[in-house]
């Protein structure tokens, strides 16, 4: 069974960089199928999604400017980096198994999430 | 950006009630709606994918359909275990989007 889990800082402080980490476990993250997802959720507000990558990044505009992932075939495990952050930025953070390559595209396997908050 | 509208926002209901949620797109999707689960402290669940096709191993209870842009996520005879948030997401255009979320309280 595919196990993923993110680590990284809890805290980070306005102008800097979040830099998250999710290992992969119990599986391959080489992969023609599937892509490796970054999901975001802010305290009281739904989904969305951040990016995927594979050999190729996918970024949603909304962040574009700011994200770079990254992934480590060696170790097993995909990044996230997004830069300047602010206050708007604070959410739980997951990674996920994104299905890209044939529609539906979705996302059918999870971390459990890390919260992320952005404070002096 | 593709909206989705999820309704209601919360819900109360007892064990053995069917419930329906909704989500409506604000254009044309075909069929590529998704639903997760999320329970507190859990990774999000995928359930439902393709607007109508269940995820293997989830219950049959679960059942998704479609008319035009609206999506509706039933559940038939409500388990304990169902009380969580439902999550839809579209993935006709990039982004992807979620809805804002359906929490299931027990009454």
């Known amino acids: 069974q595919l196990h993923l889990q993110e680590s990284g800082p809890g805290l980070v402080r306005p102008s800097e960089t979040l830099s998250l980490t999710c290992n992969v476990s119990?599986?391959?993250?080489?992969?023609?199928?599937?892509?490796w997802a970054w999901i975001r959720q802010p305290p009281g507000k739904g989904l969305e999604w951040i990016g995927s990558?594979?050999?190729?990044?996918y970024y949603n505009p909304s962040v574009k400017s700011r994200v770079a992932m990254s992934v480590d075939l060696s170790k097993n495990h995909f990044s996230l980096k997004l830069r300047s952050v602010t206050a708007a930025d604070t959410a739980v953070y997951f990674c996920?198994?994104?299905?890209?390559?044939?529609?539906?595209?979705?996302?059918?396997?999870w971390g459990l999430g890390t919260l992320v908050t952005v404070s002096a | 950006d593709i909206q989705m509208t999820q309704s209601p926002a919360s819900l109360s209901a007892s064990v053995g009630d069917r419930v329906t949620i909704t989500c409506r797109a604000s254009?044309?999707?075909?069929?590529?709606l998704n639903w997760y689960q999320q329970k507190p402290g859990k990774a999000p669940k995928l359930l439902i994918y393709?607007?109508?096709n269940l995820q293997s191993g989830v219950p049959s209870r679960f059942s998704g359909s479609r008319s035009g842009t609206v999506f509706t996520l039933t559940i038939n005879s409500l388990q304990v275990e169902d009380f969580a948030t439902y999550h839809c997401?579209?993935?006709?255009?990039?982004?992807?989007?979620f809805g804002g979320g359906t929490k299931v309280e027990i009454k």
């Open positions: 996920a198994r994104h299905r890209a390559t044939r529609q539906p595209e979705f996302f059918d396997f």
């Open positions: 119990g599986g391959s993250i080489i992969s023609e199928t599937y892509y």
């Open positions: 990558i594979s050999g190729n990044t």
């Open positions: 254009q044309t999707i075909s069929s590529y």
């Open positions: 393709g607007a109508s």
């Open positions: 997401q579209q993935s006709y255009n990039s982004p992807l989007t």
